[in-house]
């Protein structure tokens, strides 16, 4: 363990906005990915800061380690960042996952805390072992993988839902109790009462609102960055995409006056994040008042068809050297017939403005394989990226595949051929050699990881999952092939971090 304390007692000092409580239901809130990756996640630190100021209720972090199989072999076991309790001897472990792929890193974490990963087992030998809640972003879409392993999932935005929950585990004293209270519940999934029929996901309201960070570190992907969410949901309706808009969950917009206020004096570096950001009314506004007190500032999901020269001059002036947008859609045709309503005049005028603003460069989100893409569609797409790089300073295209989602209108729609893809971008590295970058999606460079992580070589749920965790008894995850393979089938964009590769490789 001296290599965990050394790690985390550097990491501890380098935090700001760190919590400490003692309260009688101490909570380990865990993130199925690395530190650097977990501390990037709004949700998760909106949570802790959360259960923090609840009355009786205190919260401690934990993450999966850089390398999960290296802390097996150490014998470390996973323990919280706050104490160094193992984070097996909590009663209650919560996890929030943004992705089907980080199901694995659940897998993980429970077998490097000595819990048993499937929650039959658990409830065989309960209360010995703690009560494992999980929520986060994957709930809105697809919450049935991880039904196997969870106690509890908090289905959608938890704002609400976790003052209920930690309310109800307060009271009640046998489990059997909890799940039935629970599952009578808006907002709560009990897997072993509902089966795979999970209700709707619930919507926070907007006096909940908004999310944003309890904790600056440098240690993170966003490093230094202090995040809070100036709007939540999306006004649009992308095909594709899980935050398309809903009658439920529309886009609320937060005035600039409450985002503002919400900023620390300490934070030199202000990211707003949410799918939507610049169809905020205001942001031009939001940005003004954090340039002019000398902030750096970043901001997520900038439509090219919002994009003007006041708002491009704002970003220069905050320290952003790329301009990032997306098109989401190799043509025209194929953008149109998905519903995302960005033209070329829109990406054309990005690259202007990326150029006249002295921008670095331009970098282009690309989705490849969505339904009925051929090579013309692709062909289109060289021809754009050529007329882009034109203009542009330096152009980056980043390829991402299609992957169907469950909620969404394509969720029905096939997967393109990993060969087939691969070949397109052959192809289109062929006509752009020499000429400007182009980059395949971030973290699945390569084939032999690509065809791992999307079934290519056929790998059953159950071979994935043992490749992150030695399982001693095969019995333990047999229960839950069909399940555990689906949820392997990740996201477009994974968040796993850098050093540690996909779960199967793991």
Known sequence: MIRFREIRAQRLADERGTLYKQADLPVALCYPSPYRVGMSSLGFQTIYRQLHALPGVTAERAFLPEDPQEAQRAGEGLCAYESGRPVGDFPVVAFSLASELEVAGVVTCLDLAGIPALSSERASRAPRFPLVVVGGPLTL???????????????????????????????????????????????????????????PPVVAPESCLPAYSSIVTPHTELANMFLIEPERGCSRGCAYCVMRRSDKARMRVLPSERVLSLVPDHARRVGLVGAAVTDHPELPKILHELVKSGREVGVS?????????????????????????????????????VDRHTRVEDLLRAARMCRDHGLAGLKLYVLIGLPGETAADMDELARLALELA????????????????????????????????????ATLRRRLRGRRRLRRWRRLCGQRRLRRLHGQRKLRGQQRLRGRRKLSNQRRLRGAEGTAAGACAGPARPRWATGSGGPSER
């Not at 900038?302 to 970003?315: G, I, K, Y």
Request: charged share 25%.
């Open 390 to 425: 034109a203009i542009a300073p330096k152009l980056s295209l980043t390829l991402s595949p299609f992957v169907p989602k469950r909620n969404t209108p394509l969720a029905r729609q096939p997967q393109e051929d990993i060969a087939s893809l691969e070949d397109k971008i």
């Open 301 to 337: 999901s900038l439509r090219a068809d919002r994009l003007t020269d006041e708002l491009v001059s704002l970003l220069a002036a905050g320290g952003v050297r790329t301009l990032t947008t997306a098109a989401d859609g190799a043509s025209q045709r194929l953008r149109d017939q």
């Open 141 to 199: 879409a697809n919450p049935v993988p991880v039904g196997p392993f969870a106690d509890i999932v908090v289905m959608g935005e938890a704002e609400e839902a976790v003052p209920v929950l930690m309310e109800a585990l307060r009271a009640c004293s046998a489990r059997e109790a909890l799940f039935r209270d629970l599952a009578g519940r808006p907002g709560f999934y009990i897997p072993s009462v509902h089966g795979e029929t999970p209700g």
